[in-house]
């Protein structure tokens, strides 16, 4: 482990000297323990990013946390709402000051990535930072239709929601958390990068009240592609989720079609002309199995 700050290394040593005072069996122990194991962790964090921020890169390691309701942006947003039914995240602010400063062109999208074997010895159980209603995977429980998918993505991208995450912290939607297999407090690489345009995403609806909503509209096909205006990218085998009057809609994004009919891992669907299509198979295996049980 790197050398720790002077200010950092009083802290410690402070926190320290209070656990060792209280006793290892008391409640006061136990929490002043956890507080130095996080704070050693996010200083290893911050080891990796020191570099990075001093060579102005759009590249950071960064701890994971559920986006909330607290993130919701104002109601002239379209996003007002609706955080956990898109790409956007919440990331720090020394991001936005540079991509601001240098005047990146929109849409800023991050490639991100779980950093499976974290080495430090000071993280922290799943258990301790487990949040209400969100389980090891940093989702409900997903229904059975959805877990028809269960491989789990190795990469993703997102985009900016807003830049007030906690230097070395980022926030993310609770779908984009399960896809990715991650819990509070993983950690996960983003760098800024750019992909190819949308032409054509292939979605499977995994519930069986999709036809019920269909019901409700002239074309399911417009709808989607207004829902959808919700992410700035798609990623080929991630289960997004679209809400409508109150109620969410699993879908499965089997395919994702570039310009020029490239079959690729993901698109950019902010500011493309993109076509949609959409495979019932799910769906009529669900509606069967309901026939079935009512018999």
């Known amino acids: 482990m790197s050398m720790l700050p002077l200010s950092l290394t009083v802290v410690v040593l402070l926190i320290w000297t209070l656990v060792c005072v209280s006793g290892s069996s008391s409640f006061l122990s136990r929490s002043w323990t ?15 990013n020191a570099i990075h921020r001093i060579d102005n890169h759009l590249v950071r390691r960064l701890i994971v946390m559920p986006l ?9 947003d379209p996003m007002h709402g609706k955080v956990q039914y898109g790409d956007k995240c919440s990331l720090p602010t020394s991001l936005g000051r540079l991509i601001f400063e240098k005047r990146y062109e929109v849409p800023w999208l991050f490639e991100i990535k779980p950093v499976r074997e974290t080495k430090s010895s000071f993280k922290l159980s799943r258990k301790i930072l487990n949040m209400d ?30 830049f007030r995450s906690p230097e070395n912290y ?4 609770k779908w984009l958390m399960h896809d990715l297999d991650l819990a509070p407090n993983d950690q996960v690489d983003i760098s800024f990068v750019r992909i190819k345009s949308a032409s054509l995403v292939v979605f499977q609806p995994l519930s069986a ?10 074309d399911p096909k417009v709808l989607l592609e207004h829902e ?22 699993p879908i499965y994004v089997k395919e994702t079609i570039a310009e020029g009919g490239v079959s690729v891992k993901a698109v950019c669907v902010q500011d493309s002309d993109i076509r949609t299509d959409i495979d019932r198979t799910v769906v009529d295996k669900l509606i069967l199995k309901r026939k079935q049980a009512e018999k």
């Open 34 to 48: 956890r507080a130095l194991k996080q704070t050693l962790y996010e200083q290893e964090v911050e080891d990796k």
């Open 68 to 76: 909330t309701s607290s993130f919701n942006p104002n109601q002239a």
């Open 133 to 162: 209603g969100v389980t090891d995977a940093g989702k409900t429980k997903p229904t059975d239709a959805v877990c028809m998918h269960g491989s789990k993505l190795d990469k993703a991208y997102i985009s900016p929601l807003d």
């Open 170 to 173: 980022i926030f993310l939607p």
């Open 209 to 218: 009240e999709w036809d019920d909503l269909l019901k409700t509209v002239d």
């Open 228 to 249: 959808i205006n919700k992410y700035s990218s798609l990623t080929a085998g991630s289960t997004i989720y679209i809400e409508i009057k109150g109620k969410e809609y």
